[in-house]
């Protein structure tokens, strides 16, 4: 079992930055993969990034490529989301989620936090 509790999101100007962290707890295998994914009022909810616990590859949203960046420290059980020039359109919960392996779904979920972005 993994239990993950996202931090870190709050109210930003556009053009601002935040960094979202995500703890997990429990056992973390290299071959689990470690995504980030957001919701938006009215809209469903939509893959942001991901990584590989065990290699780092990273993968991004088209909407998000160049602006966002996944890290994570493996020591700490902590996956970390820098957002960097952020617009309204980013506005949204943003969750925390683990995957067992690159081929499946994600079986663990955190609870959210909320990112708003004013204009």
């Known amino acids: 079992q993994v239990q993950l509790v996202e931090s870190g999101g709050g109210l930003v100007q556009a053009g601002g930055s935040l960094r979202l962290s995500c703890k997990a707890s429990?056992?973390?295998?290299?071959?689990?993969?470690m995504g980030w994914f957001r919701q938006a009022p009215g809209k469903e909810r939509e893959f942001v990034a991901r990584?590989?616990?065990?290699?780092?590859?990273?993968d991004y949203a088209d909407s998000v490529k160049g602006r966002f960046t996944i890290s994570r420290d493996n020591a700490k059980l902590m996956v970390y989301l820098q957002l960097n020039v952020l617009n309204p359109e980013d506005t949204a919960v943003y969750y925390c989620?683990?995957?067992?392996?690159?081929?499946?779904?994600?079986?663990?979920w955190g609870q959210g936090t909320q990112v708003t972005v004013s204009s």
């Open positions: 429990g056992r973390i295998f290299n071959s689990y993969v």
């Open positions: 989620a683990a995957g067992l392996n690159l081929g499946s779904q994600y079986a663990y």
């Open positions: 990584i590989r616990w065990g290699t780092g590859t990273t």
